[in-house]
Every structure is written in structure tokens, then in C-alpha cells.
């Protein structure tokens, strides 16, 4: 059965503003939501990058219903897989049922930042093994030590661990980091709705679980407008080849960027108000074997994307109604107490202040 999800971009979004998207999430009838753990965004325009695992901790505090996963982390260069085991069974812990651990293999824009170099691609994939192996032998809660060829962890235990370890999911967008989610993963996570890529996660152990999917879009009822916007926050929709996994600082993305036109990103990025056309996308995910896909709202006017889709999208794939809420939403609110988070000030507010300082959701440094 199909399930739909939101995409909490955290290269685009502050912390705040992420918590008060995961509640605006759940309240308009996505399941699940998926967010990015990067150490910079993409570009300097999209201007953010909080620690994802205290976002998450915020998250946890203010949804009740919303299942939530890393989209995705890397456990093997940026942090040690013993560390990311920790993060991943403290957040499983607030989060009883809703938690669940992306993994992959990472990018150098993300990974560089300690000095110890970018790893050819096969030795990140055979990296990323032993870090799943790592994750999963401290989830037993056993005192445990493992010298492996890439990672050491020295007579260590994890207390603090949820009732049941979460699943873990695998990113792959070619055909061997596809049979390692098979093999090891619980779930599948991809970007494009590639059958080749679910074939080959299905021939190794994948069949029966869940296969994940990103697709992006950008809402507005002025389509020219949605053009725009999609150009100049998510131009990496239409980078190809190998640029995204090996260019190491936002200002490479930028160069890499300044090429690809309007037309590219909009063939990639489904820009407008017409439900049809998100239905279509949707539908070619689905058609492709997905069963669980991830809308991202390019821009900073995330609330007309939950408008629309609350009203016409959602329904015509069997969600919620329009105008029926849930989750937090439904609770009585309760006095502000130490921990619990606060909504952020409206988005829209962030954006026209963005705007007048020379572009969509650009801030001032």
C-alpha cells in the first residue's frame, strides 16, 4: 500500500523550523517524514545545516504520530558508526516505533570536513558494510568490542536503548549499494523511480520490504513563478553524473549549477498547482514498485505546499479528507514546560524577509 511522506530539508531550514514542519506534517495526513543530515547545504543560498540529531530530539517532543527517518546519514567518515548507534537508539528511545535510521555512503561535501580524505566509491560501500555491521552488534546491548578493517570499537556498551531497535534503510542509487540494502538493510531509500535499482534490491533479500522514493516538487499556483524558484534553490535536481557525491564545498556546487537552465531543473522538479501533475509523478513512483514516497517543496512557501496537498492531493490517493487534522494537531495544548518546543514564527514571515534581502529564504550572514 502506498504511503506518503514529507521531506524536511535541513539544507533549506533552520531547527525550529524543521520541528514546525514535522508537526505541520503530521497534522496534514503524511506518515512519515524524512530528513537530511548534512554538515553544509547544497549552496550558500539554501543557507543551513542544523545537527540533525538534536533536531530529531525536538521532533520527537512535539509529534505524537509522525514517523521520522534520516535521509540519510553517513556512519562511516563525518561520525563513528558506534556514535551514530548511540544518536539513532537515544532518538529510537523518544520516538518509540516512529524512528527509523537512513544510511549511505555519503557525499564529500558532507564528509571532507575531518581531513581524512574522500574514499573511492567502492571503498565507501565496503565502509558503509562494516558501520551497519558496528550499529547492529551495539543494539544488542551487549558489551561488545570489533576490529574490522575500517572501524575499531573498544569493549563498549549501550545502555540506553529502545524496547526494539529501529529498522534501518539503505540509499542506493546503483546497482551494488542496491543489493547491500538487500542484504542488509530493512528498507530501500532512491531519488529516481529506476526498476533496475529495485530489481536488484529485491534479488538480494529486499522482496517484501518497504522501497522509499524523493521526489521533488514546488507549489505555487503561478507556474513560472514555481520555475523560478525550483532554478534557483534546487538546480541539483538536474546535476548529472558523479558531480553530487565528489564536489566538496557549496561554492563547487554553485559553479556546477550556473549551467543547467530553467527548463533542466523544471523537468525534474514537477512546478505548479496542477494535481494532476503531482499525481502523475506519484504514479510513476508507485507504478515503479515504491511504496513509500517523499514529497519535497522546494522553496520557502512550505505552507502552501500543505494547503495543497491537504486538499488535493492526499484524498484522491486515499489520505486523509481535507480539513480532517491528527497527531498533535488533535491534543489539547498544553503550558509551555521545560523541553517542550515551541512552534516557530511562520515561514512566510522568514521569506519576505529573504526576499527583501535579495531572494527566496536567502538570509543575511
Excluded at 24 to 51: K, V, Y
Excluded at 262 to 269: L, P, S
Amino acid at each position: 500500500m502506498l504511503e506518503m511522506g514529507y521531506k524536511l530539508s535541513a539544507e533549506e531550514f533552520g531547527a525550529s523550523e524543521l520541528v514546525e514542519y514535522a508537526m505541520r506534517a503530521e497534522q496534514t495526513g503524511f506518515g512519515f517524514a524524512l530528513i537530511s543530515d548534512h554538515f553544509h547545504p547544497w549552496t550558500d543560498r539554501q543557507g543551513e545545516s542544523p545537527f540533525v540529531w538534536a533536531v530529531l530530539g525536538a521532533i520527537a517532543r512535539a509529534t505524537s504520530t509522525l514517523r521520522v527517518g534520516t535521509a540519510v546519514t553517513c556512519p562511516t567518515m563525518r561520525v563513528h558508526p558506534a556514535l551514530v548507534a548511540q544518536a539513532a537508539a537515544t532518538t529510537a528511545s523518544l520516538m518509540p516505533g516512529r524512528f527509523f535510521l537512513g544510511v549511505g555512503t555519503g557525499e564529500n561535501l558532507n564528509e571532507h570536513v575531518l581531513g581524512r580524505g574522500w574514499p573511492s566509491a567502492d571503498e565507501r560501500l565496503e565502509m558503509l558494510e562494516e558501520a551497519i555491521e558496528v550499529i547492529r552488534l551495539l543494539w544488542g546491548g551487549k558489551l561488545e568490542t570489533h576490529r574490522g578493517k575500517h572501524f575499531t570499537v573498544d569493549h563498549a556498551r549501550l545502555y540506553s536503548l529502545p524496547e526494539k531497535p529501529p529498522e534501518i534503510m539503505v540509499a542506493a542509487s546503483q546497482p551494488l549499494a542496491a543489493q547491500l540494502a538487500g542484504r542488509l538493510g530493512d528498507a530501500l531509500i532512491t531519488t529516481a523511480p529506476d526498476e533496475k535499482i529495485k530489481r536488484e534490491f529485491e534479488k538480494a533479500g529486499g522482496r517484501g520490504k518497504p522501497a522509499y522514493i524523493e521526489i521533488a516538487v514546488c507549489v505555487d499556483e503561478d507556474e513560472a513563478r514555481a520555475r523560478r524558484t525550483a532554478h534557483e534553490t534546487w538546480s541539483l535536481a538536474a546535476l548529472e553524473g558523479p558531480l553530487m557525491t565528489e564536489l566538496a564545498l557549496p561554492e563547487h556546487f554553485e559553479a556546477a549549477f550556473k549551467p543547467i537552465r530553467e527548463e533542466q531543473v523544471a523537468q525534474a522538479v514537477v512546478c505548479g498547482a496542477d494535481p494532476a501533475k503531482h499525481l502523475e509523478k506519484i504514479g510513476e513512483a508507485r507504478d515503479a514498485g515504491f511504496t513509500r514516497v517523499c514529497v519535497h517543496q522546494v522553496g520557502p512557501d512550505q505552507e502552501r505546499f500543505f494547503a495543497f496537498y491537504e486538499r488535493e492531493v492526499l484524498p484522491r490517493l486515499g489520505g486523509r479528507p481535507a480539513g480532517r487534522r491528527g497527531g498533535a494537531a488533535e491534543r489539547p495544548r498544553q503550558p509551555a514546560r521545560a523541553g517542550r518546543v515551541e512552534a516557530a514564527p511562520a515561514r512566510k514571515k522568514a521569506a519576505a524577509a529573504g526576499a527583501a534581502r535579495g531572494g527566496p529564504g536567502r538570509r543575511g550572514r
